[in-house]
């Protein structure tokens, strides 16, 4: 066998048993929401089941009867979590995405003094943790009134998205030629058309990235969500899910329901844009 | 048109030019530089304040000043270095088993010309899941009664095998670094694919015709032409793993009796559980001061790495 071929080979198993590892767990997780808790706790496993269904998630959205009484299904707030996770998570993207790229702009198109060290402030900030922020967060909020609120827990996820943002959408304008602003400048644009006509119609695609990354970071945010919202005014999905996973052990169904649900956005966006967000990943990473 | 008006208009074009050079860029950090002072700055400043007080979560009086008693309590805690010495741990052997196992799995998903789009899409999915979640997963799939684990050790040694893998000494801390190496390799993969794939082929074909064995080429050619990639994936990875709270407070909550706190857990349970807001906040304090140096420190290196081999 020739070196080549035998290299084909080889590659082609590793590659297939670590796609297997990354998606066995994932198969469980599925596999555990579509079938009756009966056949769940059962000994010996049942490995391929003949009774899949989709009653936990009927339940779980309100819909359809319970045959199994889940404790599950409607005592928990889902529409409320994921009315809360969306508001959450569109508008604090939206605020990032503005504020982000307005910062970005200064930083990549502009010399002027301090901007090294306010660069570098920004990615200090990135630099701490969502619980560390948590605590002294929830007394401010209590403050004013912005405790257990959508708009409270908006400001502070856009706020942690903000400095990632402005780092992405740097490096996405840096890569714009010159001689195209230039022209415009030219043309009699002053900067800032020039900017808005020319350079953001360019950036399309990074905004797209970075706006995928800011949703899913606030879609998932736990550590500042679980402590500054109380109730389903304001509670996401990954506070209710940690809520529910602590009181009702043993429905193991309708957590993985819960579960799956949960991880829908992220799968739909990974598909979606899954080639801007390896550029926004590698040029992040490669350029910072 | 005179051409001496024509001077005077290209000159005020030019002087409203450079005065727009001028504060643009401020107007432009303006709103960045507001959200992060109301929500990063001003909380980080008070939790300093109160780092330096007795506050509690129940106490109705008015914080008091005590100087640096809650820093000095901390080093008296019996908690506190083991957790801090337990993160330390923690981030030195994850970001190592993803860096060996993602320089791995890069050398080989690079040999693979069809379905790598669909390879990498699939790899992806782990790092876009909330840690929550991944913490969840696998606290199911190593649930001591009917977990994926357990399942298949019944079909092993056919009858019931009860490992409680959350709850036992090493064990619940293995199966915390499982669960973030599952979720974070992926990481890697990509990083170290893109830096792969950007060698110049030449190389790799000067590489091949020496007869070096695939071994040899993986490294002495792959491995120091991605040095660049491993740096900022390691600096990266290690800064993340370095806030680990999400996986952790769901899995095992840091427990049983302290087995696996970390350093954030244990912030979580003295400011909340136990109501010490002062000491957590001391103690948070102290390890965003180690983050904030190490990521001062990365982004210097970086500097110089750029100016040295120009990436």
Known sequence: MSMKHRRY??????????????????????????????????????????????????????????????????????????????????????????????????????KFKGRNGIFLSL??????????????????????????TSLGLILAHAALNVPF?????????????????????????SKWTAFLRVELPLVGPGLAASGIFAFLTSWNEFAIASVVSRTTASKTFPVGLFDFTGEFVSDWRGMCAMSVLMLIPAVIFVIIVQRQLLRGLTLGAVKG | MGSK??????????????????????????????????VIAFPMIYSLYLSFTNFTL?????????????????????????????????????????????????????????????????????????????????????????GLVNNILFEIFQKPVII?????????????????????????????????????PDIIDAAEVDGTTEWQ???????????????????????????AYDLVSI????GPAHRTELIWTYVYRLAFTSQNFAIGSAMSYITVLIAIAFTFYFFRQLIKMRKGSGV
């Open chain 1, 165 to 189: 943002t402005a780092w992405l959408m740097a490096g996405f304008i840096g890569e714009i030629p010159e001689s195209l602003n230039d022209a415009a400048l030219i043309d009699g644009c």
């Open chain 2, 217 to 243: 080429k993986f490294i002495h050619v792959i491995v120091p032409s991605v040095a660049p990639f491993i740096y900022i994936a390691l600096a990266v990875r290690s800064l993340d793993v370095a806030r």
């Open chain 2, 58 to 146: 129940v106490s109705q009086s008015a914080p008091k000043f005590v100087g640096f008693r809650n820093y000095m309590l901390l080093f008296q805690d019996s908690v506190f270095l083991p957790a801090l010495g337990r993160t330390v741990l923690y981030i030195m052997i994850t970001v190592n088993i993803e860096l060996v196992l993602g320089l791995f799995i890069a050398n080989a998903m690079s040999h693979v010309v069809r379905g790598q789009g669909i390879l990498r899409t699939i790899l992806m999915m782990p790092m876009m899941f909330a840690p929550i979640l991944v913490g969840f997963q696998f606290k199911w799939i190593f649930n001591d009664q009917v």
């Open chain 1, 123 to 148: 990615m200090l900030a990135r630099a701490i943790p969502g619980i560390a922020l948590s605590l002294p967060l929830f007394f401010l909020f209590t403050r004013m009134g912005l405790a257990d």
């Open chain 2, 251 to 254: 899995m095992t909550g840091g």
């Open chain 1, 9 to 110: 080979i080889s590659s082609k198993i590793t590659t297939g048993i670590v796609l297997a590892l990354f998606l066995i767990p994932v198969l469980w997780l599925i596999s555990t929401s579509l079938r009756p808790n009966i056949e769940i706790n059962t000994r010996p496993p049942v490995w391929i089941s003949r009774n899949f269904n989709f009653d936990s998630y009927l339940a779980l959205l309100g819909f359809g009867v319970n045959p199994e009484r889940f404790a599950f299904g409607e005592n928990v707030p889902l529409g409320a979590y994921l009315r809360n996770s969306l508001v959450t998570a569109v508008f604090s993207t939206g605020l990032a995405l503005v504020i982000g790229t307005l910062a970005a702009y200064a930083f990549s198109s502009f």
């Open chain 2, 164 to 200: 409680p893998w959350l709850i036992q000494k090493p064990l619940g801390f293995i199966t915390i670094l499982v669960a973030e190496v599952w979720m974070s390799t992926p990481f890697m993969v990509i990083i170290f694919l893109a830096g792969i794939l950007s060698i110049s």
């Open chain 2, 5 to 38: 008006e024509k001077q005077k208009k290209e000159k005020q074009k030019h002087s409203s030019v450079m005065l727009e050079e001028r504060r643009l860029p401020v107007f432009l950090l303006l709103p960045a530089a507001a959200l992060i002072i109301f």
